[in-house]
């Protein structure tokens, strides 16, 4: 079947890439290139899907035969121990990127979008992360195929990518790329390849000294180039930049559809002048808004023909602010430029060196004891005795009481059987495997901090908000669970428990509700207790729906009476090991729950402080110093700052918290 499809669909209706399913060995892929050979399709480009053990034990001869690969993490995740495929996605894309071969990163990238309109913190850190890897590509698969939100998953897709793009410190990744190899020798081609994009990476100013090169501080380059050899080759060593690749091949030019960075000019011909053709990939650049008057181009070409193929050489051009004409012949120069150290700035180097061989990846039981511990969320589903006891067994360390729902009386039980399995389980390893000492477990109680939430509805019936329609909004304060919104053909008006709610937002910013499900913008400030919203999409909303509002200052205290209470009556008197407080903001934050638990007798209490919202983000030097630790509070945060960058953020604030010295939780959506 697959002989015919290549041959009688492949071959016959010309495709770019055929992506071969469980290769095996180098001959497999040798075998795939004589069948498309031989049948008209020599320009059809070989993806060797890595899917299994065999394949890994012979990825470096598959790696030589292929044009490239795919990192199929589904079936190699039935084929090795699942926890290992990490391990192997690192591997995978890293040799694939010393080997200059283009690399797709595919399966349950964006999985849960195939039933809901946004991804998951976990499914986002993913994508980041293979960015981060090096991958040249990362695929849709149900997402797209028969997900109710197709494009809307692409859209997340190529945001988290770009996110992530943004972060990567390309001045590491080439030193590592060109010299942490250096006994193998490289052709002169691949070393003017390597020169080209080193210039991009020195040539970036941080002109306004936000930490950032932002579009118009970067650079461009541009190869000539028919074969598209000499476009990878600068492909692989990952410059920051687009990379114009002119070409007079339609199918180099379908090609860069896959690799890294690049975005094809197709021309008629090569035979210009040099010149010539980087002025209309400059033009091309322009109209394609990712070059800026005063940015520097690159621009690899051959040494005596435009094409940089056989013998490329290179310079480099600043596009002037009154730049020429799409057509007009431009002179290429070397550029006079004030070098500006981009690292020289400040900024959090989150760089971690992973060393990986195949045996670590083959052998499941190759592993260390394990130092990250677990926190689980205690619920209705494993509050017996029998089903602690299970998670202890498998690895459970601390377990968290969630007080943002049920009473001191439902948690004291909680506590109780908790601590009884604690004792049971300790003897019980005593006794098996002979220890001298008790091992010990925690507990954490996670305060409800100063949430937002809708108030209660008229009769209780959930209202259909529609996309266009204008929302009332009041600020009713302690009165939400009073108050009583409402639908009817003159108005639709809704409460929300923040009251200085209208002294907080400015006209511009969002309100979302239901995590994120509901969004409104807001369009008029009517009174102290009232503005006038438009709705930005079409939703059922019931009651008492939390609510965050991204970029605002909110001001209420980061204790409310109940959290107090909370602390005071069970976190104190029960003595709890550690308080994770939702929603600090500021290192006085921090140093009032202090007061409270010391003046309570909770002075062994170590608080953790939840990092949910840009304020937090912004205070982070001063909650560390205060903090004992932190938790990365992905679910919420991601609501306040774009959900795209809660990767980065991550990233930032563990980095951070090492820094310190102080420990860190990530959590939510895991």
Same mark, same amino acid.
């Given at each position: 079947?697959?002989?015919?499809?290549?041959?009688?669909?492949?071959?016959?209706?010309?495709?770019?890439?055929?992506?071969?399913?469980?290769?095996?060995?180098?001959? $497999?892929?040798?075998?795939?290139?004589?069948?498309?050979?031989?049948?008209?399709?020599?320009?059809?480009?070989?993806?060797?899907?890595?899917?299994?053990?065999?394949?890994?034990?012979?990825?470096?001869?598959?790696?030589?035969? /292929?044009?490239?690969?795919?990192?199929?993490?589904? $079936?190699?995740?039935?084929?090795?121990?699942?926890?290992?495929?990490?391990?192997?996605?690192?591997?995978?894309?890293?040799?694939?990127?010393?080997?200059?071969?283009?690399?797709?990163?595919?399966?349950?990238?964006?999985?849960?979008?195939?039933?809901?309109?946004?991804?998951?913190?976990?499914?986002?850190?993913?994508?980041?992360?293979?960015?981060?890897?090096?991958?040249?590509?990362?695929?849709? &698969?149900?997402?797209?195929?028969?997900?109710?939100?197709?494009?809307?998953?692409?859209?997340?897709?190529?945001?988290?990518?770009?996110?992530?793009?943004?972060?990567?410190?390309?001045?590491?990744?080439?030193?590592?790329?060109?010299?942490?190899?250096?006994?193998?020798?490289?052709?002169?081609?691949?070393?003017?390849?390597?020169?080209?994009?080193?210039? &991009?990476?020195?040539?970036?100013?941080?002109?306004?000294?936000?930490?950032?090169?932002?579009?118009?501080?970067?650079?461009?380059?541009?190869?000539?180039?028919? &074969?598209?050899?000499?476009?990878?080759?600068?492909?692989?060593?990952?410059?920051?930049?687009?990379?114009?690749?002119?070409?007079?091949?339609?199918?180099?030019?379908?090609?860069?559809?896959?690799?890294?960075?690049?975005?094809?000019?197709?021309?008629?011909?090569?035979?210009?002048?040099?010149?010539?053709?980087?002025?209309?990939?400059?033009?091309?650049?322009?109209?394609?808004?990712?070059?800026?008057?005063?940015?520097?181009?690159?621009?690899?070409?051959?040494?005596?023909?435009?094409?940089?193929?056989?013998?490329?050489?290179?310079?480099? /051009?600043?596009?002037?602010?009154?730049?020429?004409?799409?057509?007009?012949?431009?002179?290429?120069?070397?550029?006079?430029?004030?070098?500006?150290?981009?690292?020289?700035?400040?900024?959090?180097?989150?760089?971690?060196?992973?060393?990986?061989?195949?045996?670590?990846?083959?052998?499941?039981?190759?592993?260390?004891?394990?130092?990250?511990?677990?926190?689980?969320?205690?619920?209705?589903?494993?509050?017996?005795?029998?089903?602690?006891?299970?998670?202890? $067994?498998?690895?459970?360390?601390?377990?968290?009481?969630?007080?943002?729902?049920?009473?001191?009386?439902?948690?004291?039980?909680?506590?109780?059987?908790?601590?009884?399995?604690?004792?049971?389980?300790?003897?019980?390893?005593?006794?098996?495997?002979?220890?001298?000492?008790?091992?010990?477990?925690?507990?954490?109680?996670?305060?409800?901090?100063?949430?937002?939430?809708?108030?209660?509805?008229?009769?209780?019936?959930?209202?259909?908000?529609?996309?266009?329609?204008?929302?009332?909004?009041?600020?009713?304060?302690?009165?939400?669970?009073?108050?009583?919104?409402?639908?009817?053909?003159?108005?639709?008006?809704?409460?929300?428990?923040?009251?200085?709610?209208?002294? &907080?937002?400015?006209?511009?910013?969002?309100?979302?509700?239901?995590?994120?499900?509901?969004?409104?913008?807001?369009?008029?400030?009517?009174?102290?207790?009232?503005?006038?919203?438009?709705?930005?999409?079409?939703?059922?909303?019931?009651?008492?729906?939390?609510?965050?509002?991204?970029?605002?200052?909110?001001?209420?205290?980061?204790?409310?009476?109940?959290?107090?209470?909370?602390?005071?009556?069970?976190?104190?008197?029960?003595?709890?090991?550690?308080?994770?407080?939702?929603?600090?903001? /500021?290192?006085?934050?921090?140093?009032?729950?202090?007061?409270?638990?010391?003046?309570?007798?909770?002075?062994?209490?170590?608080?953790?402080?939840?990092?949910?919202?840009?304020?937090?983000?912004?205070?982070?030097?001063?909650?560390?110093?205060?903090?004992?630790?932190?938790?990365?509070?992905?679910?919420?945060?991601?609501?306040?700052?774009?959900?795209?960058?809660?990767?980065?953020?991550?990233?930032?604030?563990?980095?951070?918290?090492?820094?310190?010295?102080?420990?860190?939780?990530?959590?939510?959506?895991?």
């Amino acid at each position: 079947k697959d002989i015919d499809d290549l041959v009688n669909f492949g071959c016959k209706h010309g495709v770019d890439f055929v992506a071969a399913s469980f290769v095996q060995s180098g001959e $497999d892929v040798r075998f795939i290139r004589r069948v498309l050979d031989e049948n008209g399709g020599a320009d059809i480009q070989i993806i060797s899907k890595i899917e299994n053990e065999e394949a890994l034990q012979n990825f470096d001869e598959i790696l030589e035969e /292929t044009d490239g690969v795919m990192v199929a993490r589904g $079936d190699l995740g039935m084929e090795i121990a699942a926890e290992k495929v990490p391990l192997a996605q690192k591997m995978l894309i890293q040799k694939s990127n010393r080997a200059g071969k283009f690399c797709i990163c595919a399966t349950q990238m964006l999985e849960s979008m195939i039933s809901n309109p946004l991804p998951t913190r976990a499914e986002m850190t993913d994508v980041a992360n293979a960015v981060f890897d090096g991958t040249d590509a990362t695929m849709l &698969s149900g997402e797209t195929a028969n997900g109710a939100f197709p494009a809307s998953a692409v859209r997340h897709m190529a945001s988290i990518a770009s996110e992530a793009e943004v972060a990567v410190d390309y001045y590491d990744q080439f030193k590592f790329l060109r010299y942490c190899h250096s006994w193998e020798s490289i052709s002169a081609a691949e070393s003017v390849a390597a020169s080209v994009v080193k210039s &991009s990476i020195d040539l970036q100013e941080d002109k306004d000294g936000n930490g950032v090169v932002d579009a118009n501080e970067g650079t461009v380059i541009v190869v000539v180039s028919s &074969s598209g050899a000499q476009a990878d080759l600068i492909s692989k060593y990952r410059p920051p930049c687009p990379i114009v690749v002119v070409t007079d091949s339609k199918q180099v030019a379908r090609h860069a559809a896959g690799r890294y960075g690049q975005r094809p000019l197709l021309v008629d011909s090569l035979k210009g002048s040099a010149q010539n053709l980087a002025g209309r990939a400059i033009s091309f650049a322009k109209e394609g808004g990712f070059l800026h008057a005063g940015m520097h181009v690159v621009v690899c070409h051959g040494a005596s023909e435009a094409c940089a193929d056989a013998h490329p050489t290179a310079a480099v /051009t600043t596009l002037e602010a009154a730049a020429s004409s799409p057509q007009a012949p431009m002179r290429l120069r070397r550029a006079t430029t004030t070098y500006q150290d981009f690292h020289a700035r400040n900024f959090v180097s989150c760089q971690r060196n992973v060393t990986l061989d195949l045996e670590l990846i083959s052998e499941p039981d190759l592993t260390m004891p394990r130092a990250a511990k677990i926190v689980c969320t205690m619920g209705p589903k494993c509050w017996d005795t029998a089903t602690i006891s299970k998670l202890l $067994d498998a690895g459970m360390n601390v377990a968290r009481l969630n007080f943002s729902h049920g009473n001191h009386e439902g948690h004291k039980a909680v506590l109780d059987t908790l601590r009884t399995a604690y004792v049971a389980k300790a003897a019980e390893m005593q006794q098996s495997l002979g220890l001298k000492t008790k091992p010990t477990w925690s507990v954490l109680l996670d305060t409800k901090g100063p949430e937002i939430r809708t108030a209660m509805l008229r009769d209780h019936k959930a209202i259909e908000i529609e996309a266009g329609q204008t929302v009332i909004v009041e600020a009713v304060g302690a009165a939400y669970t009073s108050f009583e919104g409402y639908k009817t053909d003159e108005e639709t008006r809704i409460g929300l428990s923040y009251d200085k709610l209208c002294q &907080s937002v400015k006209v511009g910013n969002r309100i979302l509700i239901a995590d994120g499900t509901i969004s409104l913008r807001v369009e008029e400030i009517l009174s102290g207790t009232e503005l006038r919203a438009l709705a930005l999409n079409t939703k059922t909303l019931g009651e008492r729906k939390n609510c965050n509002l991204p970029g605002v200052r909110v001001e209420i205290p980061v204790l409310t009476e109940k959290d107090i209470d909370d602390l005071v009556k069970f976190g104190c008197a029960r003595q709890v090991d550690y308080v994770a407080a939702s929603f600090v903001q /500021t290192g006085e934050d921090v140093r009032f729950i202090r007061r409270v638990l010391d003046e309570n007798g909770g002075e062994g209490i170590v608080i953790i402080s939840k990092i949910e919202n840009e304020e937090g983000l912004h205070n982070i030097d001063a909650i560390l110093e205060e903090s004992d630790g932190i938790m990365v509070a992905r679910g919420d945060l991601g609501m306040e700052i774009p959900p795209e960058k809660v990767p980065l953020a991550q990233k930032a604030l563990i980095t951070k918290a090492n820094i310190a010295g102080k420990f860190c939780i990530c959590a939510t959506q895991m």
